[in-house]
């Protein structure tokens, strides 16, 4: 059975940095082709794809914020994470952690619930 | 980046009925097209890929079809578990884009 599930602050200040933390079961990110991703979704952006990391440590980021984000793995303890800089109040949002489906990786079969994240000063 | 344009808004059904939701993309994305359904509590779950393929689990009561950049999401009979949030997101080519979504709610 696949899970997945994020943790993370809940609140920061504008300017912050975020550290997203997903914690999965059911696959290993050490398996040839797999991936984990991040989606959020806000009231005023709806759901935007941010990054996906592959089994061999590829990595593609949403050009819109790639300056901004860092996706990041840790195989043996079946983690992946999200770092966001310079976070604004913009940036508050459900972020959820996803596993890429398909040949691509390009859609998502497993989501997590989501973490929301607000950022207020 | 690829703009996908989804409607309607907010739609209005009864259980039994069916009911289609749309999805345009700026420009082609092939078949390349997935459907997922975001319910309050639960995580989103996917429906469709590849604009046609159900994915596995899912109802036969859903459908999915394409005719050049339009997307169809058909929901034949609607039961009641089928009332909620849906999203379309093209996955043809980074960075992956998402419809805005469309509320189906009990009539």
């Known amino acids: 059975q696949v899970t997945l599930k994020e943790s993370g602050p809940g609140i920061l200040q504008p300017s912050q940095t975020l550290s997203l933390t997903c914690s999965f079961s059911?696959?290993?990110?050490?398996?040839?082709?797999?991936?984990v991703g991040w989606i959020r979704q806000s009231s005023g952006k709806g759901l935007e794809w941010l990054a996906n990391i592959w089994w061999n440590d590829d990595k593609f980021y949403n050009p819109t914020l790639k300056n901004r984000l860092t996706i990041s793995m840790d195989i043996s303890n079946n983690r992946a994470f999200l770092k966001i800089i310079n976070m604004d109040p913009a940036d508050t949002a459900t972020y959820h952690c996803?596993?890429?489906?398909?040949?691509?990786?390009?859609?998502?079969?497993?989501w997590g619930q989501g973490v929301m994240v607000t950022v207020s000063s | 980046d690829v703009q996908m344009t989804q409607s309607p808004y907010n739609l209005a059904a009864s259980p039994g009925e069916s009911v289609s939701i749309n999805c345009k993309a700026s420009k082609s994305i092939s078949k390349y097209l997935a459907w997922y359904q975001q319910k309050p509590g639960k995580a989103n779950k996917l429906l469709i890929y590849?604009?046609?393929t159900l994915q596995s689990g899912i109802p036969s009561r859903f459908s999915g079809s394409r005719s050049g950049t339009d997307f169809t999401l058909t929901i034949r009979s609607l039961e009641p578990e089928d009332f909620g949030l849906y999203y379309c997101?093209?996955?043809?080519?980074?960075?992956?884009?998402f419809g805005s979504g469309t509320r189906l709610e009990s009539k």
């Open positions: 997101q093209q996955h043809n080519e980074f960075p992956f884009t």
């Open positions: 996803v596993r890429g489906a398909g040949p691509a990786r390009a859609y998502f079969d497993y």
């Open positions: 059911g696959f290993s990110l050490s398996t040839y082709g797999m991936c």
């Open positions: 590849d604009g046609s």
